[in-house]
C-alpha cells in the first residue's frame, strides 16, 4: 500500500481518504497489522474527532464531579468544549461551551457551582440548562431576536451508568446500555470494589500531557506485554522495599496457564484481568477487613470477582483501574491530555481508602515509578513512527492462541495483544464514511 | 548570608532555620541526595499537594513518608 504521506500534494477527496482509512488496519490470518499513519496523520485525526468522538457513546464526567443542582465541570468531546452541567431540576446536560454571538467559550473554570454562564466577551448570558437568558444592551437586536432558537446547543443524549456519564451527539444512537451491553458486567465488578457499589473522585486530578497521539495510551492500558521491560525499576522499587521479588512478578507475567488474561471485546472494548493482583501496585489481599466487608456486603463470589485486578477500557477515551477513572483527550494528532481520577470507594473506612491512594500514588502518580516511565514510551513511540520506510505495526501476538468465547470476548494470554486488535476492529468500522459504518 | 542576631548577640531561630534551608537546597543542587535524607526524622512527611487542602482523599503529586523518600533517591540514584 502507498502510504499516505507518499501522495502530499495529491487531491485528498474523501472518497480516496476513505479508502485509506479501511486499509490501515489489516487482518489476515495469523497476522494483524496497523499502518503508522493512523498516529502522524492530521487528517486522519481530524477524520476520528468527526466519527469517533463526534458520533457514537463518548465518556464525559463521573457523577461525583457534578453532585448537586448547578453543579459543572468543563472538558471536551474531541476537541471540542462542552460544558458538564446539572441544572436547577437536577438534568445532567453536556453543552457545548460556544456563545451562540461570537464562538467564545462561556465559561473558563474547570468545575464549579453556577445557575448561569455569562460570556466573557460580550456578556451573553445562559442558564445551566444551556437557555439563553439575554443579551447584554438588547436593544441593538430586533423585536423577533427571541424567537431566533440562540442557546447553548447541546448533545442530544447524555446517559449515564454506575455513576459513569457519557454523552452522544446522535439523537438516534442506540441507549447507553446496548453499547455497554458486553462490558456492562465488568464495570459492575469495578463498581463493586465499593462496599456500597458508589465511589468518588476527588477535585483534583493527576493530568498529563504527552507529545504523541491519543491512541498510544489507548494501547498501553491494556498491554500486559510491556510490564517487564517499561517497568523493569518498579519491580527492583518492591524488591528493595522487601514486597516482592522482581524474579518473580517477572516470571508471573510471563506464565501461561495462570488466571491472567488479556481480553478483546465487541465494540472496542478490552481488558487486562489479573486474579493474583497487579503485581505490587495494590493488592485486595493486604486489607483482610476490607475483604470481609465486601463479602459480607456482596457475597464470597462477588468479592472474589470485585477484587480480581482489572485495567478495562471503554472505547474510546475511558479506562476504569482498581485505583482510578483514567479520561483520555485527544488535543492534535501527535498531542494528548490524560486525567487521572484516584477514586475513593465509599461505604470503605478512611484509612483504607487513604492506603489505595498512597499505592496508587507511587505507580500512577505524575511523580511515581510506574506512569512516568509509560509516557516515555508513548514519546518514544510517536518518533519512531515518523519512519516512512517501515510503516507497520504488529499487532499479531498472540493471534494464533487467543480463544473467542461464545460471549464474543477473544481471550488470550495477559501478554498477548487482544485488547489492542479489538480497539483496531471497533476503529475500522467507525473510520468508515457515513452510510457503511454499522451501529453507532 | 547575613546573620540575624536578638539584642543579646545570640543567633536567631530565623536564621537558623534559613540556614537550614540553605543547606538544603545547596545538597539538592549537589545532588548529594542520601545527605539530603539525612536532614529529615523518621516521620517526615514529603508532601507537594495538588490543591491547598487537608482532605486526605486529595491527590498529590508527591506525598513521601521517610521510606517513601528513600524509595525516591534510590530509584534516582541507581541505574535500572
Not at chain 1, 479508502?19 to 476520528?48: C, K, N, T, W
Not at chain 1, 431576536?145 to 446547543?153: H, I, M, N, Q, Y
Not at chain 2, 539525612?38 to 491527590?59: G, K, M
Request: one cysteine or more.
Amino acid at each position: 500500500m502507498t502510504s499516505i504521506a507518499d501522495r502530499e500534494g495529491l487531491s485528498t477527496s474523501s472518497d480516496r481518504v476513505d479508502h485509506d482509512v479501511a486499509a490501515l488496519v489489516v487482518e489476515e490470518p495469523g497476522r494483524f497489522r496497523i499502518h503508522s499513519d493512523i498516529y502522524v496523520q492530521p487528517h486522519i485525526f481530524d477524520l476520528e474527532m468527526k466519527r469517533i468522538f463526534g458520533s457514537g457513546w463518548v465518556f464525559v464526567a463521573h457523577e461525583s464531579m457534578v453532585p448537586e443542582p448547578g453543579d459543572y465541570t468543563t472538558t471536551t468531546l474531541g476537541r471540542q468544549p462542552v460544558i458538564v452541567s446539572r441544572d436547577d431540576q437536577g438534568v445532567v446536560h453536556v453543552l457545548f461551551n460556544r456563545c451562540a454571538h461570537r464562538g467564545s467559550v462561556v465559561c473558563r473554570e474547570e468545575r464549579g457551582h453556577a445557575s448561569s454562564f455569562r460570556c466573557p466577551y460580550h456578556g451573553w448570558m445562559y442558564r445551566n440548562d444551556g437557555t439563553l437568558i439575554g443579551a447584554a444592551q438588547r436593544s441593538g437586536y430586533p423585536d423577533d431576536f427571541e424567537s431566533w432558537g440562540l442557546r447553548l446547543a447541546g448533545a442530544p443524549r447524555v446517559e449515564e451508568y454506575r455513576g459513569l456519564i457519557f454523552a452522544n451527539l446522535d439523537p438516534d444512537c442506540e441507549p447507553l446500555m446496548t453499547r455497554l451491553a458486553g462490558v456492562k458486567g465488568y464495570i459492575d465488578a469495578w463498581a463493586d470494589r465499593s462496599p456500597t457499589g458508589r465511589v468518588t473522585v476527588p477535585t483534583g486530578s493527576h493530568r498529563y500531557e504527552y507529545p504523541g497521539n491519543w491512541k498510544l495510551q489507548t494501547e498501553n492500558g491494556v498491554d500486559g506485554y510491556h510490564g517487564n521491560y517499561v517497568h523493569e525499576s518498579f519491580a527492583n522499587i518492591l524488591e528493595r522495599a522487601g514486597e516482592r521479588k522482581a524474579s518473580e512478578i517477572s516470571r508471573a507475567r510471563n506464565r501461561v496457564g495462570s488466571k491472567n488474561y488479556a481480553k478483546g471485546l465487541a465494540r472496542g472494548d478490552g481488558l487486562l484481568e489479573r486474579e493474583d493482583g497487579m503485581l505490587g501496585t495494590f493488592d485486595a489481599s493486604v486489607y483482610p477487613e476490607y475483604k470481609a466487608l465486601l463479602a459480607e456486603r456482596h457475597g464470597e463470589e462477588r468479592m472474589r470477582e470485585a477484587t480480581t485486578q482489572r485495567n478495562i477500557f471503554i472505547f474510546p477515551n475511558l479506562y476504569l483501574f482498581e485505583s482510578h477513572i483514567r479520561v483520555i483527550r485527544p488535543v492534535e494528532v501527535a498531542k494528548t491530555y490524560v486525567e487521572v481520577y484516584p477514586t475513593t470507594l465509599v461505604g470503605a473506612d478512611a484509612e483504607f481508602n487513604a492506603a489505595r491512594l498512597k499505592e496508587h500514588q507511587r505507580f500512577f502518580g505524575p511523580a511515581s515509578f510506574g506512569q512516568p516511565d509509560d509516557i516515555e514510551i508513548f514519546v518514544c513511540a510517536q518518533t519512531g513512527v515518523n519512519v516512512e520506510a517501515m510503516p507497520w505495526m504488529e499487532l499479531s501476538r498472540g493471534l494464533q492462541r487467543e480463544v473467542l468465547t461464545e460471549d464474543g470476548e477473544y481471550v488470550g494470554h495477559s501478554t498477548d495483544e487482544s485488547p489492542q486488535r479489538a480497539i483496531y476492529r471497533e476503529w475500522r468500522e467507525r473510520m468508515k464514511p457515513a452510510g457503511e459504518a454499522g451501529t453507532k | 548570608m547575613s546573620v540575624a542576631m536578638d539584642a543579646s548577640g545570640n543567633v536567631t531561630a530565623v536564621s537558623r532555620v534559613e540556614a537550614l534551608l540553605y543547606m538544603e537546597a545547596r545538597l539538592l543542587d549537589e545532588r548529594r541526595l542520601e545527605e539530603w535524607l539525612q536532614l529529615f526524622t523518621d516521620d517526615a512527611v514529603y508532601a507537594l499537594p495538588i490543591q491547598v487542602s487537608d482532605d486526605p482523599r486529595e491527590p498529590s503529586l508527591i506525598r513521601d513518608s521517610k521510606a517513601g523518600m528513600e524509595e525516591r533517591v534510590s530509584r534516582t540514584e541507581e541505574s535500572w
